[in-house]
């Protein structure tokens, strides 16, 4: 018998990092957008997670990609998948 959690896609989300003032954490916020079920309007969330980032290649306002894993902290179970577009520095 196979094991199934190999098999299925990993959630991924791309968000934008807001802080990087930890060791090999990151801190993305990931934005969301739905339609309120009784008055029809778009409703704009965002939701912040801690992200692992094990060689630290992110910083503060990089566009990235992250997926869900298994839990390395209490609040710690995402994982930088790869960094979409990196900022500009002035």
Do not use: F
């Amino acid at each position: 018998m196979t094991n199934k959690t190999e098999n299925n896609p990993k959630r991924t989300m791309v968000g934008a990092v807001i802080s990087d003032k930890m060791e090999k954490t990151i801190v993305v916020k990931v934005p969301r957008s739905y339609i309120h079920p009784i008055y029809g309007k778009v409703v704009r969330t965002d939701k912040t997670y801690k992200v692992h980032d094990e060689k630290e290649l992110s910083g503060v306002g990089d566009k990235v990609e992250i997926y869900e894993g298994p839990h390395i902290s209490k609040t710690k179970y995402m994982y930088l998948l790869r960094v979409l577009e990196s900022a500009t520095v002035k």
